[in-house]
């Protein structure tokens, strides 16, 4: 049971443009959620989280949106650069749980020049 | 700070042999944690470790997967004997508040 999901396997967007990935979760109890990047043959690195109680985190080019109702967040890249193409994994805490994070299945981004 | 340490980057073994995965946490971070990633099932947590002392082994497949952490600035992921479908990158992660930070990963393969 996928308690996190990024429906999205791969997305490819023009240079310049908005990047949006997305990621749905089912267990309201999680309360952190993080977006990590991926490139080949390297760790995942962290990008940028958010907690439960914002519905926007931004680190300049990145934001990151969450609504709780919908149990939804969204990554925005503005604006995008080729160097910005990796695999985006979406994961999600819950406090008590010593933070263990579960994983969505990742979304492969291509940036086109 | 180097970041997190694996060794080794690449190991090919063949079926039957025994494997060892070794990780240096990043000085400071109290949680460990090891990371299977296959293209069928993601980042599958298979253990990790609070203080040294594993907290969560479930993700361990089998009883063929052992890991230890003797020491906070050492931690190693054991598999005996391997089999092919071991095959993956094996990546190991500390904790720093709420954030993991990755090493580079061991790709294994097993013949």
């Known amino acids: 049971d996928q308690q996190v999901k990024q429906n999205s396997p791969s997305l490819s967007v023009q240079e310049g443009r908005i990047s949006i990935l997305n990621c749905d979760y089912t267990n309201s109890m999680f309360d952190y959620f993080l977006w990590y990047k991926k490139y080949p043959a390297e760790g995942p690195t962290f990008l940028i989280s958010i907690s439960s109680i914002k519905d926007k985190n931004e680190d300049g080019r990145f934001t990151v949106f969450l609504n709780k109702s919908a149990k939804h967040l969204s990554l925005h890249i503005v604006p995008s650069q080729p160097g910005d193409s990796a695999v985006y994994f979406c994961?999600?805490?819950?406090?008590?749980?010593?933070?263990?994070?579960?994983w969505g299945l990742g979304t492969s981004l291509a940036v086109n020049p | 700070d180097a970041g997190v340490i694996q060794s080794p980057r690449h190991e090919v073994t063949e079926m039957g042999q025994e494997v060892t995965l070794r990780c240096k946490p990043i000085?400071?971070?109290?949680?460990l944690f090891w990371y299977r990633q296959t293209m069928m099932r993601g980042l599958e947590l298979l253990i990790y470790?609070?203080?040294?002392?594993?907290?969560?082994d479930s993700g361990m497949p089998e009883d063929r997967f052992s890991a230890k952490m003797p020491n906070a600035s050492f931690s190693t992921l054991k598999i005996q004997p391997s089999e092919p479908r071991d095959s993956a990158v094996y990546f190991c992660?500390?904790?720093?508040?709420?954030?993991?930070?990755f090493g580079p990963g061991t790709r294994l393969t097993v013949l």
């Open positions: 992660a500390s904790l720093l508040t709420d954030t993991q930070y």
């Open positions: 000085s400071g971070h109290n949680s």
């Open positions: 470790f609070n203080n040294n002392v594993p907290i969560d």
């Open positions: 994961a999600a805490s819950a406090a008590g749980n010593n933070r263990k994070l579960i």
